[in-house]
Structures are given as structure tokens and as C-alpha cells.
């Protein structure tokens, strides 16, 4: 019954505004409070937006406030007002819900409210509305600033709201099924805001010394009228087609052509010259069916070689949180008009605003003035303009700016934090997906002015390139950058246009690498290790730091449990949200589990129980697969046992065996107890092959491998950038095991009976080697094709090209791991300790080592059982002097 009173409120009160007669809009007495009385409605609709809903059914925008706006601007309090009521009726749907409703209810009230913006949009491709607005934001502007009073401010600031809104508003694809060249609402849009001067007025802003305040409004604009622009179809609008493009589009024809001329040979081919039913059956011997006896085919012969046992099966359905992400960037070409006109713009505003704009947002930005989220807009100005500067006539000094030290910093920041946010907030991991690709197109641009920058004329401007790179090379964060984002790819939260981006921006990486490297006899970058200090312990290892007893343990749940009890009644004094894994680490997030399980156990028995209960819900969250860190829905009496049963389990670890595995490098590390981490800075010198053996991973090449599934999709230079990296690893590194796996081979056997393979010469002169090698191989290693179902590592491709060991070598080397020290055993090291410790120039452990009966003891078992027996203080009494 309210609904249906708020209904005919409503009607009444839209009744009160006016009517439009002709052209002419007669407007009522009570149309100023009318207004007032919509906005007082529109703050106090309900969740579902009803009151939005209405007003746009109705088609109050369209019907009574643009023509007000049009015809009744003078009217200066009716004008505020309009405009008021406007920019609420028109702000994007995400903002009125908060995000994208999952509740198929609201989710329909979600695609309504949308396409009433859309038709709202629609309504303001008006010259004649948006002269009006530029008209009186003109007149704003002229006013001195000492004239100015809040209410001009606001006005200002609600008409440029309300362009972003119109701006904001997304396309269609039902309505608009244009093809490219052909004016859509939102060319419409852009075409009235020139006409009627609007895009001057935003140029002004972003120069003006003065109106600094709304540099955010203005960027948040511009880059939504360049929302549908490439950077490179803009630069070369209005000039002739360069020959380069014109053999693209012949080579694109030809492919097409040969595809199109090899489907109708398979046509002919498959014709029988007698009808189907008379075709006979055959018996296809040597290939099984169901049961023991060989296959039937009741087809004709020229179909046999389609035949496979899937025929008839049904498509197995991909569950919706395994399917591949999509890409949801439709772009398409503006009409010609709207492009001159774009691309003068973008000229004037590189030439007026650009650096002087980027500087005031970023300081916003640095200094949290700024809405969340608003670096988005920053990176996507930073690519788009930068790219349209770099493609039209490349001015290194218009770009200033952002072709910085400073720049790569803040865009590495930012690409790390998306990173890790990705990864530990799922629910929201494909909105953090779609932010780490801006940021990542806005690295790829920075890149390639850096590398454009190189070939240069002028001087200055190629020193400036080199010491850009010689920072960028030095420092290992920018290095590492790239194997992070290949082995944390996700094709469920990042598009393969993303996945494109990544291997193009590391091709270019890389290839400025080796061309910064080339000629120099030694390159230094810095290195980071992380250097543990340490209290030391017996050599029983980790579990004599662990209490033993249950008495032990009971001691320890009887005082934990008390503060368990006080955080559970008191949540707000909680530590903040811990991530219960290493981003860092080359060991899977999903394999990080029982980690996590030791830290909690470890918070438990240094007494921190309010920091073991945060980070196991933070594991809850991370990995809610099997409930192993409880229930999402969990009570606290239920968590309080849980915690228990961590505490007095006997969890593996794995600290022993890492101590065992230590190589003669780190030998001054004691068998200790972890205290406190830092990271140790020092330099090195750079080899690139060992830095691109860091690419030589299943993980990595498993990604290049996905993108090279879509090679007739991709672009040449695409193609080029994944052959050229297989290639450095099968050859340059002589790991072309690596890409001996069934999945690359049926890609490889796609392309080589693809009808326009002439077309891809560089992937099938690929494809002829690898596929070469491995029948080398397995002429030799008959166990190489049983290989091929595997992704292998470095170990198995050294097995399989060098040998496999044997079971009794690999029992041996474990049996001599484990030999324990005898009374006689100890009796002889300390005998010889003590006769060859006095002997000088001379390394005692090796002397003893010598002594010892060989292949029985390592170097690091003697120099540990040394300290053990009280014979040495420490194992960095027996560190070698390094060369």
C-alpha cells in the first residue's frame, strides 16, 4: 500500500513540473519545488532503487528536465536545482548499489537502473543541452576568485559530475550493433560537447593555474571520452595508409584466402559420388572399441580420418570458477569526424595540460587526497596519452613528466599491491585483475619511450634513456617483476589480453636488457638476500625449541586459552589482517598450507594466541577448500578446539631438512631456531643467461604456451614475442626438454597442417626443430614419449638427456644421510679433531674428511656433530676463506 501511495506521490509531483507543448516546455508554479520534492524522494528510496526506477520508466530526464534545462536557464534557482536532481538520477549504478549484485532480484533492479542511463545518455547527444552547460560554466570561470562563494563552487563541480556520468555511461550491444566508422551514442555525446565548446572549457581546467581543485574531475573525464580510442588508430587518423599497414591487411587477406580455398577441397573431398546410406561399414583394425574387438565405421571412407572415440559425446561443462576470464574491452572505430576532432584534442592537450595535470593528480594521489581507487584513471591517461605522443610525432619533453625514475616507482608499487590483493581478496580477485592490467599497459608504455628514447637525435635525450635504465636494470624489484606475474597467472581472473600484454612488455624488457648489456665487460645490479639472525640450539633441531610433554602443552592451553577467551568477547582490540602466505615465494599459494598450520602452532607457543586466531581466519579465507582452518560460518567455541587440536598436533616441518640441505656456501648457518629476519643489500655482477634461466620454468612456459594456442588470433609481433622466447630457452639455454609435453605438440601439429602455415614461417620453423629434437631423443630414450605427458623441471630434463639414475645409487645417498653417530664414531672424530686442529694452512674439516672412511659422512654432518660434542663454539669457526 506504501508503494502504490509513493506512486501516485510521484505521479503528482512529476504532473507539477510541466508539459511540453511542441517545442515550447510550459513549466508550472510549483516546478521549483516539484524538483525539490524528487531529490527529497530520491534520498529516501529503498535498496531496490524504486524511486530511480520510476523516474526513469517515466522518463522524467528526457521529457521534462532537459527541456527546463534548454529553455529555462535563467531561472537560476530552478537551474541549481535541475542540475542537482540531474547529476543524481544519472550516477553510475555501481555506485548505487555498492557493486554488482549476485541476488538474481537485485541483479535485475541492477540492468534496469542501467538501461535507464542508457537512455538518459541517448537524451544528452543535444548540442543545444550541453551549449547551455558550457555556456554557464563559462561563466563561472570568468569570475574572479574573490567573487567566487560556495554555491558557484558547487555548481561548478555538479555540471563537470554530471558530464563524467554521461560519460561514465556504458554502451549497449543490443542497440548498438554499428559497424566501425559508424557515430554511437557515445560519438554523439563527444560530437555535442565540441560543438558547444564544453571540450575547451576542459582543456582550460587542466592548464589553469587556478583551478588546481578539479584536476581530478577533468582527468576522470578526459579518459572517459578516450574510453573507445587506441592510441594507434588515433595517431594515424587523417594520414595515408604506410605501406606496413597495407602489407598487414594483404598478408591478413591471404590467410583468409588459403583458409577459405582449403574448407572447400575438404567439401569436394568428402562428396560421395553415391548416396550415404549406401556407403557400407568397415572394419577398422588395430583400433579398439568398448570391448576386445576392433571398431565398426558405418561412414564413408573420406570421413575416416575425422573419426575419434569422442564422436557423440557430450561437451563436458566448465564449472563457472574454472571457466577463463573474459575480456570485457569492446573496442571499435569512432566515426571519422569524432576522430579528427579527438585527435586535435589530444594534441592540444599534450602540448598545454599534460604535464602540468599529471603532476597535480599524482600529488593528490601521494598524498591520499584523492577517492579510492582513483590511480586507475591516472594509469590509463599515463598509457593512452604517452602512446599517442610515441606513435604521432614523438616529443620526449611533452611526456616530462611521467618518463621518470619516480614514475616507474609509483607504477611498480601500485602493480605489486594489485598483485597481492589478487591473491588474498577472491571475492573481488577479477575487479584487482582488471587494475594490475592498467598498471601493467602503463609499464609497457613507460618501456617503450624509454626504448624510443634511445634512437633519439638529440643527446640529452639518449642520457636521459641511459640513466633511466642503468636505475630500472640495477634495482632487482623491476627485474623480478615479470617472473612474479607468469608464475602467479590465473586464467580464471586475468583475460588473455592481459597474458598478451605481459609477454609483449617482457619481450621488450628483455631486449633492452641485452642491448644495455652488449659491449660492457661487467654490468652490476644490486642483490638482495635475506640474512636470518639467530640464537643458537642443540642440533636436536627445531622440535628441542617445541615443548614435548602433554604436560607441557596443557600448561600452555590453559594459559592461551584465557586470552582466546578475552578475544573472542572483545574482537575490536584484534591485531589487523595478516597474509598467511609468501606472495614472494616460488612454492604455489595452495602449497603453502601447512606452513601457515606451523605459524599458527608457533603463535600458540610463544603465548600470542590473538595473533594465531587472526591468521587463521586469514588462512580460512585464502583456503577455504576441506574446511582445514574450520567452517566459514564457524562458532568461537568450535574455533577455541580448533585452535587446540593445532596445538597439540604434531605438524611436519621442514626447517631440519632445509638445514641438511645447505650447500657449502651457507655453512657459517647453525642448526638454530629463527629470531628475527632482515634483508641484506650487497652487488653482484649480471649475466643475462642466468637471468633468463629464471624464465626456463614449467610455470612460465606453461603461460607462453596458453597464448600460443591462439596464434590465427593473435598479431604477428604477439607470435613473434612467444616464439622468440621458447626459442632463447630451447636454444640459447639448451632446455628444449622443457617444451617436450603433449599439449605443446598438438599446438605445434595445428600450426604445421594449418593451410596458411606460409603465414607463420617463424612458428613452424620453431615447431621443425623442437619436434626434431625430440625424435633425436627418443631414437636414444625409448622412455622420452611416456615423458611427453609431463611438464618436467630441471632435474627430469638432465635425467632425460644425460641418463636416468639408478634406484640402489639413489638408496645409497639416502642411507648415508642417515647413519648415525656411534660411540666409536665419536671417539674417532675427536681423536682426529684434536690431532689435525693444531695443523696450520691447512682446512681441518677436509683433513678429517680424509681421514674418514670415504662417501660416509658430508662436510656439513662432520663441522654439525663437531658443535654438538662441545668441540667448537660455532660453525663459523670452520668457514673457508672465500677467494
Known amino acids: 500500500m506504501d508503494l502504490y501511495m509513493m506512486n501516485c506521490e510521484l505521479l503528482a509531483t512529476c504532473s507539477a513540473l510541466g508539459f511540453l507543448e511542441g517545442d515550447t516546455y510550459h513549466k508550472e508554479p510549483d516546478c521549483l519545488e516539484s524538483i525539490k520534492d524528487l531529490i527529497r524522494y530520491l534520498r529516501h528510496e529503498d535498496d531496490t532503487r524504486d524511486i530511480r526506477q520510476q523516474l526513469g520508466a517515466a522518463q522524467i530526464l528526457q521529457n521534462d528536465l532537459v527541456p527546463l534545462v534548454i529553455q529555462h536557464h535563467n531561472d537560476k534557482q530552478l537551474f541549481d536545482a535541475v542540475i542537482r536532481l540531474m547529476v543524481n538520477l544519472t550516477q553510475p549504478a555501481l555506485l548505487c548499489f555498492g557493486k554488482v549484485p549476485q541476488d538474481p532480484t537485485f541483479r535485475h533492479h541492477f540492468l534496469q537502473i542501467v538501461s535507464y542511463l542508457q537512455a538518459y545518455k541517448e537524451a544528452f547527444a543535444d548540442e543545444r543541452l550541453f551549449g547551455v552547460l558550457s555556456e554557464k560554466l563559462y561563466d563561472l570561470l570568468q569570475m574572479e576568485w574573490e567573487q567566487r562563494e560556495e554555491e558557484h563552487n558547487l555548481l561548478i563541480e555538479r ?342 600484454d605481459l609477454v609483449e612488455t617482457t619481450h621488450l624488457f628483455l631486449k633492452m636488457l641485452e642491448k644495455f648489456c652488449k659491449g660492457k665487460q661487467t654490468v652490476v645490479v644490486q642483490n638482495r638476500r635475506v640474512k636470518r639472525k639467530k640464537k643458537k640450539s642443540s642440533v636436536s633441531g627445531t622440535k628441542a625449541a617445541q615443548p614435548k610433554s602433554i604436560e607441557e602443552l596443557e600448561a600452555i592451553w590453559t594459559n592461551v586459552s584465557e586470552q582466546l577467551r578475552t578475544c573472542t568477547l572483545d574482537s575490536a582490540n584484534l591485531p589487523d589482517s595478516v597474509v598467511p602466505f609468501d606472495a614472494a615465494s616460488e612454492i604455489p599459494v595452495e602449497e603453502q598450507r601447512a606452513e601457515a598450520l606451523v605459524r599458527i602452532q608457533d603463535g600458540l607457543f610463544s603465548g600470542h594466541a590473538s595473533e594465531a586466531l587472526v591468521l587463521l581466519r586469514s588462512a580460512r579465507e585464502v583456503w577455504p577448500e576441506g574446511d582445514v582452518f574450520g567452517a566459514a560460518e564457524i562458532e568461537p567455541e568450535e574455533e577455541t578446539e580448533l585452535l587446540k587440536q593445532i596445538l597439540f598436533a604434531d605438524l611436519p616441518r621442514s626447517t631440519q631438512a632445509e638445514i641438511e640441505d645447505l650447500g657449502e656456501e651457507e655453512e657459517e648457518e647453525e642448526i638454530e631456531e629463527e629470531e628475527l629476519t632482515s634483508v641484506q643489500v650487497s652487488e653482484k655482477e649480471f649475466n643475462v643467461l642466468d637471468y633468463m634461466k629464471r624464465f626456463a620454468n614449467s610455470n612460465v612456459v606453461k603461460t607462453y604456451v596458453l597464448l600460443l594456442k591462439n596464434y590465427q588470433q593473435n598479431s604477428s609481433h604477439t607470435n613473434h614475442c612467444v616464439a622468440k622466447m621458447l626459442h632463447r630457452i630451447a636454444y640459447d639455454l639448451k632446455m628444449e626438454a622443457l617444451l617436450f609435453q603433449l599439449s605443446v605438440f598438438c599446438t605445434f601439429n595445428k600450426i604445421l597442417v594449418d593451410p596458411a602455415a606460409s603465414a607463420y614461417k617463424e612458428l613452424v620453423v620453431f615447431s621443425k626443430y623442437i619436434l626434431n629434437k625430440f625424435f633425436s631423443l627418443a631414437a636414444t630414450n625409448n622412455k622420452a614419449y611416456v615423458e611427453l605427458l609431463f611438464w618436467k623441471n630441471t632435474n627430469v630434463i638432465r635425467e632425460m638427456t644425460e641418463g636416468y639414475r639408478k634406484l640402489g645409487e639413489e638408496e645409497s645417498e639416502g642411507n648415508r644421510k642417515r647413519i648415525k653417530w656411534t660411540p666409536e664414531d665419536d671417539e674417532e672424530l675427536r681423536s682426529l679433531y684434536l690431532q689435525l686442529k693444531e695443523v696450520e694452512d691447512v682446512d681441518v674439516v677436509d683433513n678429517i674428511l680424509a681421514n674418514l672412511k670415504p662417501g660416509t659422512r658430508t662436510r656439513k654432518q662432520v663441522i654439525n656433530h663437531l658443535v654438538q660434542m662441545g668441540l667448537a663454539d660455532s660453525v663459523k669457526d670452520f668457514k673457508k676463506k672465500k677467494k
Not at 230 to 251: C, P
Not at 308 to 318: A, I
Open 159 to 500: 555540471i563537470l559530475l554530471l558530464v563524467r556520468n554521461i560519460l561514465h555511461v556504458p554502451p549497449d550491444p543490443e542497440e548498438e550493433k554499428s559497424v566501425d566508422d559508424d557515430a554511437s551514442i557515445h560519438d554523439r555525446v563527444l560530437w555535442a560537447i565540441h560543438m558547444s565548446g564544453m571540450d575547451d572549457l576542459i582543456k582550460f581546467l587542466a592548464s589553469s593555474e587556478t583551478e588546481q581543485q578539479w584536476s581530478m574531475h577533468v582527468l576522470e573525464t578526459v579518459s572517459l571520452m578516450f574510453r573507445d580510442q587506441i592510441a594507434e588508430h588515433l595517431a594515424a587518423t587523417g594520414q595515408a595508409r604506410s605501406t606496413a599497414e597495407r602489407d598487414t591487411d594483404i598478408k591478413n587477406l591471404e590467410i583468409l584466402r588459403q583458409r577459405e580455398m582449403a574448407e572447400k577441397k575438404n567439401r569436394a573431398l568428402q562428396r560421395g559420388n553415391r548416396h550415404s546410406r549406401f556407403g557400407g561399414s568397415y572394419i577398422v583394425q588395430g583400433l579398439k572399441s568398448i570391448g576386445d574387438k576392433d571398431v565398426i565405421y558405418h561412414k564413408g571412407l573420406q570421413n575416416f580420418k575425422n573419426y575419434t572415440h569422442d564422436l557423440g559425446k557430450e561437451m563436458r561443462r566448465v564449472p563457472k570458477r574454472k571457466q577463463q576470464a573474459k575480456d570485457t574491452e569492446a573496442r571499435r572505430r569512432s566515426a571519422l569526424n569524432v576522430r579528427l576532432f579527438l585527435k586535435e584534442f589530444c594534441i592540444d592537450f599534450l602540448e598545454n595540460c599534460y604535464n602540468r595535470l599529471m603532476y597535480i593528480v599524482k600529488d593528490n594521489l601521494i598524498r591520499e587526497k584523492a577517492q579510492q581507487h582513483d590511480e586507475t584513471y591516472y594509469l590509463w591517461s599515463m598509457a593512452f596519452f604517452m602512446g599517442f605522443n610515441r606513435l604521432f610525432h614523438f616529443k620526449p619533453e611533452l611526456v616530462s613528466e611521467t618518463v621518470s625514475i619516480r614514475t616507474f616507482h609509483f607504477i611498480e608499487q601500485n602493480l605489486t599491491n594489485y598483485y597481492e590483493m589478487m591473491l588474498t581478496d577472491k571475492k573481488e580477485a577479477t575487479s584487482w585483475a582488471r587494475r594490475m592490467h592498467l598498471a601493467l599497459k602503463a609499464y609497457q608504455e613507460l618501456l617503450s619511450n624509454v626504448h624510443e628514447m634511445d634512437h633519439s637525435k638529440e643527446e640529452a635525450v639518449r642520457e636521459s634513456s641511459k640513466i633511466i635504465k642503468n636505475n630500472i636494470f640495477y634495482l632487482m624489484e623491476y627485474r623480478e617483476l615479470f617472473l612474479a606475474l607468469f608464475r602467479k597467472f590465473d586464467e580464471t581472473k586475468q583475460p588473455r589480453s592481459f597474458l598478451k
